[in-house]
């Protein structure tokens, strides 16, 4: 295993307020203006969070923070790992049942949530009673109460002056549960901080310059990258908030990064389309403009497969839409975005990180790999070959100069009764460039391929295909005829509506096993 020197969340904190001070860190809109906090501030403010939470118990505690992407939620997750604890995020649509077993799972002592969570929270506190502090962090008062009663000059500085082992936990991420049960991934300080220290091989986010954050930050991909990377380098983090205001935002506050979705940019892409359908003698320049503002020069995407049609269409735009690839057993990144990635790949891995190929899977060497999963010793096993190296499950290759080539998942092979091994992704990827599709998904279906389709409705609208269904599968004919015969599709089946996705933007996909 590598050995890197890898800070904690104090040190990062304390580099950033010296080194850009009253600069803006965090921007984010508040009653229709643009409202920013300083780096000097949000040290502040994460001490002060850091005392009020040690003033209750020095003994180290399981807390959970829910809530959508606000300042307040960012400084209250920074507080919890600042202050020893350990951080369990919860997604902010979840139910008030499923809130329950997760904190009863992980062990949970404290509950703090934003104002998205106020209908069901009452519901939470009756289930579990012993939760506390239980304090909606959005209540106007309670971080002016906590910033002031628990500042540097308070009889309670000292609580923030301590010690920790960066190795023991500091964070238990619940994983989606797409395909199986939810399992909680616990983080050590080295492991969410040490998958930040990797070098930057491409060089856009720097200093001075601002990123909008768009992906929901309980999973560890954007809260990594968007905050804890971006308050390392001196980056602007903008808060996008609600998904419908998007491309508003965007154009607010003009930014020169995004880390979004494969889907996200597919949808911005048809923005662009319908802008400049709607305005035919709009230069290519200026429509873009109206869509993604002046600055964007960049888009990183993860979780599922880009098209090369798409990328391409971007690339003539002046936007760079890029890969990455990571899991959060592995601490998050194990590949990152690089201007030599050859097409296909999904980027090269990072210095921090060692990959190997066994099996046809990618397994992976690196000090941010998780400390296992919480109380589940047998699950946390089965992720491990026996001289350490995290199993990722997915099947790929990676090439002498370390880029990475993803062709699908082991699980979600589907085993037909031949016993032929099919992977759907390498299936669905045949369709990325065919725009009339915006979304597919194959599955096994009495012991055949069915894919479920969701048309891109105003694509087709505006190049006139009025007969979406034949057009679609005329295409999936066209791919049958050269494909094997294990990998026909002989059943289509198309939706109105998008395909169901998890909170990261995958689709959801069960395990399929060919009856």
């Given at each position: 295993?590598?050995?890197?020197y890898i800070?904690?969340?104090?040190e990062?904190l304390?580099n950033s307020?010296?080194?850009y001070?009253?600069?803006?860190?965090?921007k984010?809109?508040?009653?229709d203006?643009?409202?920013?906090?300083?780096y000097?501030e949000?040290?502040?403010?994460?001490?002060?969070?850091c005392r009020y939470l040690?003033?209750?118990?020095?003994?180290?505690?399981?807390?959970a923070?829910?809530?959508?992407?606000?300042?307040e939620?960012i400084?209250?997750m920074?507080g919890?790992i600042?202050s020893?604890?350990v951080?369990v995020?919860l997604?902010?649509?979840?139910?008030?049942?499923e809130?329950?077993?997760?904190?009863?799972?992980?062990?949970?002592?404290?509950f703090?949530?934003g104002d998205?969570?106020n209908?069901?929270?009452?519901?939470?506190?009756?289930?579990?009673p012993n939760?506390?502090?239980?304090i909606?962090y959005?209540?106007?008062v309670?971080l002016?109460?906590i910033t002031?009663k628990?500042?540097?000059k308070?009889e309670?500085?000292?609580l923030?002056?301590?010690?920790?082992?960066?190795?023991d936990?500091c964070?238990?991420?619940?994983?989606?549960g797409t395909?199986?049960?939810?399992?909680?991934v616990?983080?050590?300080?080295?492991?969410?901080?040490?998958?930040?220290?990797?070098t930057d091989?491409?060089?856009v986010l720097t200093?001075?310059?601002?990123t909008?954050?768009?992906?929901p930050?309980?999973?560890?991909?954007?809260?990594s990258?968007?905050?804890i990377?971006?308050?390392?380098?001196?980056?602007t983090?903008?808060?996008?908030g609600?998904?419908?205001?998007?491309?508003?935002?965007?154009?607010?506050?003009?930014?020169?990064?995004?880390?979004i979705?494969?889907l996200?940019?597919?949808?911005?892409?048809?923005?662009?389309?319908?802008?400049?359908?709607?305005?035919?003698?709009?230069s290519?320049?200026k429509a873009a403009e109206?869509v993604?503002g002046?600055?964007?020069k960049?888009i990183?995407?993860?979780?599922?497969y880009?098209s090369?049609?798409?990328v391409a269409?971007y690339?003539k735009?002046g936007?760079?839409?890029?890969?990455?690839?990571?899991?959060?057993e592995?601490?998050?990144?194990i590949a990152?975005?690089?201007?030599k990635?050859?097409?296909?790949?999904?980027?090269?891995v990072?210095?921090i990180?060692?990959?190997?190929?066994?099996?046809n899977?990618?397994?992976v060497?690196?000090?941010?790999?998780m400390?296992g999963?919480?109380?589940?010793?047998?699950?946390t096993?089965?992720?491990?070959?026996?001289?350490?190296w995290?199993?990722?499950?997915?099947?790929g290759?990676v090439?002498?100069?370390?880029?990475?080539f993803?062709k699908?998942?082991i699980?979600?092979?589907?085993?037909l009764?031949?016993?032929e091994n099919?992977?759907?992704e390498?299936?669905?990827k045949?369709?990325v460039d065919?725009a009339p599709?915006?979304?597919?998904?194959v599955?096994?279906?009495n012991?055949?391929?069915?894919?479920d389709?969701?048309p891109d409705?105003?694509y087709c609208?505006?190049?006139?295909?009025?007969?979406?269904?034949?057009?679609?599968?005329?295409?999936?004919n066209?791919?049958?005829?050269t494909?094997?015969?294990s990998?026909?599709i002989s059943?289509?089946?198309?939706?109105?509506t998008?395909?169901p996705k998890t909170p990261t933007?995958?689709?959801?996909?069960?395990?399929?096993i060919?009856?």
């Amino acid at each position: 295993m590598k050995d890197f020197y890898i800070p904690d969340l104090r040190e990062i904190l304390d580099n950033s307020a010296a080194k850009y001070g009253s600069k803006a860190f965090i921007k984010y809109v508040q009653d229709d203006r643009i409202q920013s906090k300083s780096y000097r501030e949000v040290r502040r403010d994460t001490l002060a969070i850091c005392r009020y939470l040690r003033k209750f118990s020095t003994k180290k505690q399981h807390i959970a923070v829910l809530g959508k992407t606000t300042y307040e939620y960012i400084v209250f997750m920074l507080g919890v790992i600042l202050s020893g604890n350990v951080l369990v995020p919860l997604a902010p649509e979840i139910s008030a049942e499923e809130a329950a077993k997760l904190i009863k799972a992980a062990d949970v002592n404290a509950f703090l949530y934003g104002d998205v969570f106020n209908d069901r929270a009452a519901e939470l506190k009756k289930e579990c009673p012993n939760l506390f502090p239980f304090i909606n962090y959005d209540d106007d008062v309670i971080l002016d109460l906590i910033t002031g009663k628990f500042s540097d000059k308070s009889e309670f500085a000292g609580l923030s002056e301590f010690e920790f082992d960066k190795k023991d936990c500091c964070a238990i991420i619940y994983t989606s549960g797409t395909t199986g049960q939810k399992k909680g991934v616990m983080l050590s300080s080295d492991s969410l901080i040490g998958n930040i220290m990797y070098t930057d091989r491409w060089e856009v986010l720097t200093e001075g310059r601002s990123t909008l954050s768009v992906l929901p930050m309980h999973h560890l991909y954007c809260f990594s990258g968007d905050v804890i990377r971006n308050l390392k380098d001196g980056v602007t983090l903008c808060l996008n908030g609600d998904m419908r205001d998007l491309q508003k935002n965007i154009i607010r506050f003009q930014p020169y990064v995004m880390r979004i979705v494969p889907l996200i940019a597919q949808s911005l892409l048809q923005r662009y389309r319908v802008v400049r359908s709607k305005n035919p003698g709009l230069s290519g320049a200026k429509a873009a403009e109206q869509v993604f503002g002046r600055n964007l020069k960049q888009i990183i995407s993860g979780a599922a497969y880009l098209s090369s049609e798409m990328v391409a269409e971007y690339d003539k735009i002046g936007i760079k839409l890029i890969q990455g690839y990571g899991m959060t057993e592995a601490g998050c990144r194990i590949a990152v975005p690089d201007a030599k990635a050859p097409e296909g790949s999904v980027g090269r891995v990072i210095d921090i990180c060692d990959v190997r190929i066994s099996g046809n899977e990618i397994q992976v060497n690196t000090p941010s790999v998780m400390l296992g999963y919480y109380k589940q010793p047998e699950l946390t096993a089965k992720m491990f070959t026996r001289d350490g190296w995290l199993k990722t499950g997915d099947i790929g290759n990676v090439t002498e100069d370390g880029f990475l080539f993803i062709k699908g998942r082991i699980k979600n092979l589907i085993i037909l009764s031949g016993g032929e091994n099919v992977s759907p992704e390498a299936i669905e990827k045949k369709f990325v460039d065919f725009a009339p599709i915006s979304e597919i998904l194959v599955r096994a279906e009495n012991d055949r391929l069915v894919a479920d389709v969701y048309p891109d409705y105003g694509y087709c609208k505006i190049h006139g295909i009025s007969d979406v269904e034949k057009t679609i599968r005329d295409r999936i004919n066209e791919v049958n005829i050269t494909a094997k015969p294990s990998h026909i599709i002989s059943g289509v089946k198309i939706f109105e509506t998008p395909l169901p996705k998890t909170p990261t933007g995958k689709l959801k996909r069960n395990r399929s096993i060919a009856n």
